[in-house]
């Protein structure tokens, strides 16, 4: 009996969520909410067919599996989210987020807190803002970038500005050519969610020495981050696979 009172709660709990984040963002269908509805209506048909003795123990064991392998995935993203020394970078990269017009949106905003803040303690490392211009924005995300930080008293010297790049891949393959070389000490500033991935694919582009400065997020949004994040991060060690196979 107690697998159904689980799921039960499993979820009311996801739906909760879904409502919580309809309501927080005035949107049903963004941010990857759906997931939250989805899910909650799952395991409450599963609830239901667990009741009535449908569900057979090979399936709760493939269950079991998948959940652990999520728990895993979810810890080995979180282990970059740990402070840590922050090391002396000759450049740091700050990864576009969305903008809204020309308004920087909240994680956008964290980030280039994070990086003002470690910039006016190392006052000789240059800084890359890259992000090109997307569906909904007046200007490019690197454009909104360079605004903030001059606003914010950094020089005009330190800033170099990528304004191309669409994807996270992108933006650290267009940024490398604004270094002399791979092996240059290099700070990814990004959202705590996202820094595990940006790290590896910054590795998988040939970047020899870097550095993850981890901004927050928004705390409702976390967790709706991290699942998100979950499924990234196992499509690109998919991806990885093939072409190691390959």
Same mark, same amino acid.
């Given at each position: 009996?107690?697998r ?10 996801c739906l909760?969520y879904y ?5 927080y963002l005035?949107?049903?269908d ?5 997931f939250?509805l989805?899910?909650?209506?799952g395991?409450?048909i599963?609830?239901f ?6 569900v ?5 064991l ?10 895993v995935t979810?810890?080995v993203?979180s282990?970059t ?6 090391a ?6 700050v ?5 809204r ?8 905003l964290?980030?280039?807190k ?9 006052k ?16 490019s995300e690197?454009y ?5 930080? $001059?606003?914010?008293?950094?020089k005009d010297e330190q ?12 933006n650290?393959?267009?940024?490398k ?6 092996k240059t000490?290099?700070g990814?500033?990004t959202?705590n969610?996202h820094?595990?991935?940006?790290l590896?694919?910054?590795r998988?582009?040939g970047y ?10 928004? $705390?409702?949004?976390?967790l709706?981050?991290m ?5 990234a991060v196992?499509?690109l060690?998919?991806?990885r ?6």
């Amino acid at each position: 009996m107690l697998r159904p009172i689980v799921l039960l709660i499993a979820g009311i709990l996801c739906l909760g969520y879904y409502g919580c984040l309809c309501v927080y963002l005035r949107k049903w269908d963004s941010t990857f909410s759906r997931f939250w509805l989805l899910s909650g209506m799952g395991l409450l048909i599963l609830c239901f067919l667990e009741r009535k003795g449908y569900v057979p123990e090979a399936f709760w064991l493939l269950f079991y599996v998948v959940l652990g392998a999520v728990v895993v995935t979810l810890i080995v993203v979180s282990s970059t989210m740990i402070p840590r020394k922050q090391a002396s970078c000759d450049y740091l990269i700050v990864l576009g987020a969305q903008v809204r017009g020309r308004k920087i949106t909240d994680s956008l905003l964290r980030r280039l807190k994070k990086a003002q803040t470690y910039l006016s303690v190392h006052k000789e490392t240059k800084v890359i803002v890259s992000g090109g211009q997307g569906k909904g924005e007046d200007v490019s995300e690197a454009y909104a970038m360079v605004q903030y930080l $001059r606003e914010h008293e950094v020089k005009d010297e330190q800033i170099m500005l990528e304004d191309q790049s669409r994807t996270t891949r992108e933006n650290l393959r267009f940024s490398k050519a604004y270094l002399e070389e791979l092996k240059t000490p290099v700070g990814i500033v990004t959202n705590n969610f996202h820094l595990f991935r940006a790290l590896l694919i910054g590795r998988s582009e040939g970047y020899e020495n870097l550095t993850g400065i981890a901004a927050g997020c928004n $705390r409702i949004l976390f967790l709706n981050y991290m699942v998100r994040e979950f499924f990234a991060v196992v499509w690109l060690w998919i991806q990885r696979g093939k072409k190691k196979s390959g």
